[in-house]
């Protein structure tokens, strides 16, 4: 996952200019992507992000034809809110995440979002790897120079506490000793410690457990209610109870987003589409 100008080895979950992981900042292709909003004052400040008619077209092989991942989609969220992106595999979800995220440059369109970024990835193996828990937060901090020691603690375990991990010994904890919801909650709190206004988030609980799913989801729940509206969560899923932790949601179909709504409003029309894949609660 590694995206870096620096030449030493960076891990990353995110699009980067510097040697973090996780927060995403204007470069050459974000600039031409997704351009910030001017200001807290700005006159769309109730957005956090504003799609408005996004192409997206990906070609796999010289001779093959170009297929349109996203296809006019437009979005709106508003700021401070947890927001959730459903659809079947291959609809385009991602693909806007993506965009969001500056990792993939649309074809044509309007993207608008907050300037500071996070964006974790699905597998927590693949995200989580120095050998504490601490020591991980802090990774993305080690480049912030006017920061001492005990200032990178506190926000180490301010971040920690936002996503739920408050054991008295949670900062030394080996990694090793975590299970696959805690790994993804210490992967957020990687995220929350360089303090982003907007969190992308990809099918987060895929590989994990019914306990660990909900520990994740309340963590990221917690983390937006807590930031007094600073902090605005997208959310990918194939879970439709997950709907219940969102403020709103849209529906992603063939690179439409074809309806937006509340949490229970995206639910029903899910279940009332004749044609949804469910097994159970997914589909």
């Known amino acids: 996952h590694a995206?870096?100008?620096?030449?030493?080895?960076?891990?990353?979950?995110?699009?980067?200019?510097?040697?973090?992981?996780?927060?995403?900042?204007?470069?050459?292709?974000?600039?031409?992507?997704?351009?910030?909003?001017?200001?807290?004052?700005?006159?769309?400040?109730?957005?956090?992000?504003?799609?408005?008619?996004?192409?997206v077209e990906f070609t796999r092989g010289a001779a093959s034809q170009p297929i349109q991942a996203l296809k006019g989609a437009s979005l709106r969220v508003p700021k401070g809110t947890l927001f959730m992106l459903l659809g079947p595999n291959g609809c385009g979800k991602?693909?806007?995440?993506?965009?969001?995220?500056?990792?993939?440059v649309p074809k044509s369109g309007d993207a608008r979002a907050s300037?500071?970024?996070?964006?974790v990835f699905q597998n927590p193996d693949h995200q989580v790897i120095m050998p504490t828990v601490g020591a991980?937060?802090?990774?993305?901090?080690?480049?912030?120079?006017?920061?001492?020691?005990?200032?990178?603690?506190?926000?180490?375990?301010?971040?920690?506490?936002?996503?739920?991990?408050?054991e008295p010994d949670a900062y030394e904890r080996q990694?090793?000793?975590?299970?696959?919801?805690?790994?993804?909650?210490?992967?957020?709190?990687g995220a929350l410690v360089e303090k982003p206004e907007l969190l992308l988030l990809d099918e987060l609980t895929t590989f994990l457990d019914e306990e660990d799913q909900r520990g994740v989801i309340e963590a990221v729940r917690h983390a937006v209610d807590s930031s007094a509206g600073a902090v605005t969560?997208?959310?990918?899923?194939?879970?439709?109870?997950?709907?219940?932790?969102?403020?709103?949601?849209?529906?992603?179909?063939?690179?439409?987003?074809?309806?937006?709504?509340?949490?229970?409003?995206?639910?029903?029309?899910?279940?009332?589409?004749?044609?949804?894949?469910?097994?159970?609660?997914?589909?």
């Open 175 to 189: 990694v090793a000793t975590l299970s696959g919801g805690q790994k993804q909650r210490v992967a957020i709190a």
């Open 3 to 55: 995206m870096s100008t620096h030449a030493a080895p960076i891990r990353t979950h995110a699009c980067t200019t510097h040697a973090s992981r996780r927060t995403c900042t204007a470069s050459a292709s974000t600039s031409r992507s997704v351009r910030a909003f001017a200001s807290a004052s700005d006159a769309s400040d109730r957005w956090g992000v504003d799609v408005d008619q996004l192409w």
């Open 115 to 119: 300037a500071r970024k996070a964006f």
């Open 233 to 283: 969560a997208i959310w990918v899923t194939h879970r439709l109870e997950e709907l219940e932790y969102a403020d709103g949601a849209a529906y992603v179909e063939d690179g439409y987003v074809v309806k937006v709504g509340t949490g229970s409003q995206i639910r029903e029309f899910i279940r009332q589409k004749q044609d949804a894949y469910v097994i159970g609660e997914r589909y």
């Open 94 to 104: 991602s693909t806007l995440l993506r965009v969001l995220a500056g990792l993939v």
């Open 136 to 166: 991980d937060v802090a990774f993305g901090l080690g480049r912030n120079q006017s920061l001492s020691d005990n200032d990178i603690r506190t926000r180490v375990e301010e971040a920690l506490t936002l996503v739920n991990l408050t």
